[in-house]
């Protein structure tokens, strides 16, 4: 398995200090993901909205490349969301499987 950035911790010796900032890690990732789904929402919209209105053939192609871009942009947030997760999660384990 690989190591994550939270192996080091040992759930034994965290203190409720360490507790909150590993509840708020946990936020800020969930925080983090919505940027990233609402950017790519934002940027399918905008795409949709310049290929409808548009008439300017750059326009058009800026519009069209905009749509891929916000659903690369969208799963780029969810890999990287599932990925921290999964790094927290490990710490929540361990302390559960030791104590």
Known sequence: ????????????????RDELAIDRTLLANERTLLAYLRSGVALIIAGATMIHFSEAGWFIAAGIASIPGGILVGAIGISRFRRMNRAISLVRKSGDEKG
């Open 1 to 16: 398995m690989e190591e994550s950035g939270y192996s080091r911790f040992d759930r034994k010796q965290l203190i409720l």
